[in-house]
């Protein structure tokens, strides 16, 4: 199967579309740090994926797929941050938290099969 075909690729590409839709809620003097880090961070899983799901062995795979629930797991704090310093309105953030939980618990379940798998 295509890495575009796997759900949780398609969830973490939710993800990133949706901080990107976040963003530009951020004050300006924010664009080269959190907003840098932020869309670095929320880019990184997705790629992550695709790039451990190409590789060959359960290891290679198992590290790709670590590095992506990382990259998850530093957006989910940059984003409470965020929300913490009013710059998200935690309406607004409702639907990306709910695709961050969602992929967190895929990315949770591969690597466990992929630690199997070795």
Same mark, same amino acid.
């Given at each position: 199967?295509?890495?575009?075909?796997?759900?949780?690729?398609?969830?973490?590409?939710?993800?990133?579309?949706?901080?990107?839709?976040?963003?530009?809620?951020?004050? @300006? #003097?924010?664009?080269?740090?959190?907003?840098?880090? +932020? %869309?670095? $961070?929320?880019? &990184?899983?997705?790629?992550?994926?695709?790039?451990?799901?190409? @590789? #060959?062995?359960?290891?290679?795979?198992?590290?790709? +797929? %670590?590095? $992506?629930?990382? &990259?998850?797991?530093?957006?989910?704090?940059?984003?409470?941050?965020? #929300?913490?310093?009013?710059?998200?309105?935690?309406?607004? %953030?409702?639907?990306?938290?709910?695709?961050?939980?969602?992929?967190?618990?895929?990315?949770?379940?591969?690597?466990?099969?992929?630690?199997?798998?070795?």
């Amino acid at each position: 199967m295509h890495y575009q075909n796997a759900l949780v690729w398609r969830k973490a590409m939710e993800v990133a579309r949706g901080v990107y839709g976040l963003v530009p809620l951020l004050p @300006r #003097e924010e664009v080269y740090g959190m907003r840098s880090q +932020l %869309t670095r $961070a929320a880019v &990184s899983v997705a790629t992550n994926i695709a790039e451990g799901w190409t @590789r #060959e062995s359960p290891r290679d795979k198992l590290h790709f +797929l %670590t590095i $992506a629930h990382g &990259s998850l797991s530093e957006v989910e704090t940059m984003m409470t941050l965020c #929300e913490d310093f009013g710059w998200f309105p935690s309406a607004r %953030t409702a639907g990306v938290r709910a695709a961050i939980d969602e992929t967190s618990r895929m990315l949770t379940a591969l690597r466990r099969r992929k630690r199997n798998e070795r």
